[in-house]
């Protein structure tokens, strides 16, 4: 079975700068799909930015990065210029490829604080 | 703002009391979601629906009850709930349930149910 890891219960950051967040998966599928997602106190579930394990290259949205390793399972998130409004849990989110569900694997969640 | 719609935002009931959970989307999706999250928690899944049929039921107990009147709106009726079923329960849709990466989860803002 697919688990999914993220061993920063709660980050801090300074607004404008850099922070990244960590989640490793473990898995013995070649192809899956990963995601962050984002959970403000308004506590809608936001998705954040997705990644295609099949694609070496990296996902970007704007000032959200990932860093994906494949073959060490990783698969972090990297905030740039952080903003107030960042300030939220995040949950990394593991998806097999097809079948019969389209059931997501959630971690731990990491709850990040920006400070001004 | 959300285009997955639920309803009551805030819902307090008593063990004996029969409520709804009420979840509408207009996106035109054919996959809905129940998850349920305590504080703190990655959501859990609980049903999925797909073309209107439930298609998995994560060992739910049957006081929970989803039902799935038409490919918009998703509900779930609760009935002789206990203390511990308080929790945020989030609604969530997805173009198709069996495609690939292009069809993430949305999800609704949650309706926060306390049972006494």
């Known amino acids: 079975a697919q688990t999914v890891t993220q061993s920063q219960p709660e980050m801090s950051v300074q607004e404008a700068e850099t922070v990244t967040l960590s989640c490793t998966y473990d898995?013995?599928?070649?192809?899956?799909?990963l995601f962050w997602y984002k959970q403000p106190p308004s506590r809608q579930m936001i998705l954040v930015i997705r990644?295609?394990?099949?694609?070496?290259q990296n996902a970007t949205e704007n000032r959200f990065s990932v860093n994906f390793q494949k073959a060490a399972k990783s698969f972090s998130l990297k905030i740039s210029d952080s903003q107030l409004g960042d300030a939220a849990m995040y949950f990394c989110?593991?998806?097999?490829?097809?079948?019969?569900?389209?059931?997501?694997?959630f971690g731990t969640g990491t709850l990040l604080a920006v400070q001004p | 703002d959300t285009e997955v719609t639920q309803t009551p935002k805030h819902l307090v009931m008593g063990m004996t009391n029969k409520k709804s959970l009420k979840c509408e989307q207009h996106?035109?999706?054919?996959?809905m979601y129940w998850y349920k999250q305590k504080a703190k928690k990655p959501p859990e899944l609980m049903f999925v629906y797909s073309y209107e049929k439930l298609s998995i039921n994560e060992s739910v107990p049957s006081r929970f009850s989803p039902e799935c009147p038409n490919s918009s709106l998703l509900n779930l009726h609760l009935h002789a709930l206990q203390p511990e079923d308080s929790a945020l329960y989030l609604c969530a849709s997805s173009s198709r349930l069996l495609q690939g990466l292009n069809s993430p989860l949305h999800f609704g803002n949650g309706t926060r149910l306390t049972v006494t």
């Open positions: 996106m035109g999706h054919r996959a």
């Open positions: 989110a593991y998806r097999s490829p097809g079948g019969a569900t389209n059931k997501l694997i």
């Open positions: 898995t013995s599928e070649s192809d899956y799909y």
């Open positions: 990644q295609e394990a099949y694609k070496q």
